[in-house]
């Protein structure tokens, strides 16, 4: 089995900054890609910034420059630094994961359970 666990969302006033984790954990042999979405109510999921296994990184053009995106392969975990938050950032976020299993090669796609983020004007 594997699971994403994220953590680190919450209720801040706009201008702030909260940071997101994601953490992967069962037979995992690598982790090829990770990223955070984004899903608002009525609105369609949106990437929100991705990383690859080396340190390839892409972001949605409403965040860059105020997200960053960073992970640590040794713990399987993944981060997403948030700052100058804006209200419409608020939206239900979710961790998404592209694992290569052990002991056999596999690789499938895994979603965390989501952690909401809330931003007060």
């Known amino acids: 089995q594997v699971q994403l666990v994220e953590s680190g969302g919450g209720l801040v006033q706009a201008g702030g900054s909260l940071r997101l984790s994601c953490a992967a954990s069962?037979?995992?042999?690598?982790?090829?890609?990770m990223g955070w979405y984004r899903q608002a109510p009525g609105n369609q999921r949106e990437l929100v910034a991705g990383i690859s296994r080396g340190i390839s990184t892409m972001y949605s053009d409403s965040v860059k420059g105020r997200f960053t995106i960073s992970r640590d392969n040794a713990k399987n975990t993944v981060y997403l630094q948030m700052s100058s938050l804006k209200p419409e950032a608020t939206a239900v976020y979710y961790c998404k994961a592209i694992v290569t299993t052990s002991p056999r090669p596999y690789e499938f796609q895994y979603w965390g359970q989501g952690t909401q983020v809330t931003v007060s004007s």
């Open positions: 069962g037979s995992i042999f690598s982790i090829n890609f």
